[in-house]
């Protein structure tokens, strides 16, 4: 069975560092590329970062890039978001997905989210 | 503001049938990319509902069903039973911001 945990939210000031880990079993991780989606309180889905079973290719929504970086290590089995300059509005919760392709993206199994709420 | 366009709300009386629309543009529906429906409960993580336009993951009840046509694309449920209240997300890919990108979300009520 597909798992996927996320972890690492935590309440922090405008202007900080964080890393969400998003840990992944029940799939063999190195041969699917991965995805985090988030979403702000009361708000809809948007998509933040994916990148590639390699990792050589990774693609950012234009509100994160140059402060948010996207990586994997897949002899962990694990996925990694590093969010810098952090701004009230990245405050949402982050979640972790299994991405598929199908003339585009989707992501077919998702973890349970983990929050990061960025406040002074 | 969201690149794809739904209805921010839905209704209707169990038994009967809705569909909720995902309106886009040139650069990611009618540029020929598929579209993907999620369904959330407050709380919750997003489920798969349907992907590939009209496919139905394992487990999905075949009362959900999609479609596509043009710059559009369409949820529908039929049988509508209380226990879809939920909140029901489009996706599909848009080639001018080589991302995905998600409908503004449809808050569906069985009155």
């Known amino acids: 069975e597909v798992h996927l945990v996320e972890s690492g939210g935590a309440l922090v000031q405008p202007g900080e560092s964080l890393r969400l880990s998003c840990a992944a079993s029940g799939f063999t991780f190195s041969t699917y590329w991965m995805t985090w989606v988030r979403q702000a309180p009361g708000k809809g889905l948007e998509w933040v970062a994916n990148i590639k079973q390699n990792g050589g290719e990774k693609y950012f929504v234009d509100s994160v890039k140059g402060r948010f970086t996207i990586s994997r290590d897949n002899a962990k089995n694990s996925l990694y978001l590093d969010m810098n300059s952090l701004r009230a509005d990245d405050t949402a919760i982050y979640y972790c997905a299994r991405q598929r392709h199908r003339n585009g993206w989707y992501q077919d199994y998702w973890g349970q989210g983990t929050l990061v709420t960025v406040s002074s | 503001q969201s690149v794809l366009t739904q209805p921010p709300s839905v209704s209707g009386a169990p038994g009967q049938r809705v569909t909720i629309s995902c309106t886009g543009s040139?650069?990611?529906?009618?540029?020929?990319?598929?579209v993907h429906w999620y369904q959330q409960f407050p709380g919750t993580a997003p489920k798969l509902l349907i992907y590939?336009?009209?496919e139905r993951p394992s487990g999905v009840p075949d009362r959900f069903s999609g479609s596509k046509s043009g710059t559009s694309a369409s949820l529908a449920i039929t049988g509508l039973q209380a226990e879809d209240e939920a909140n029901y997300y489009c996706l599909s890919f848009d080639i001018s911001l080589t991302n995905s990108v998600f409908g503004g979300g449809t808050k569906l009520t069985v009155l």
């Open positions: 040139s650069s990611n529906i009618g540029a020929g990319y598929d």
């Open positions: 590939g336009n009209t």
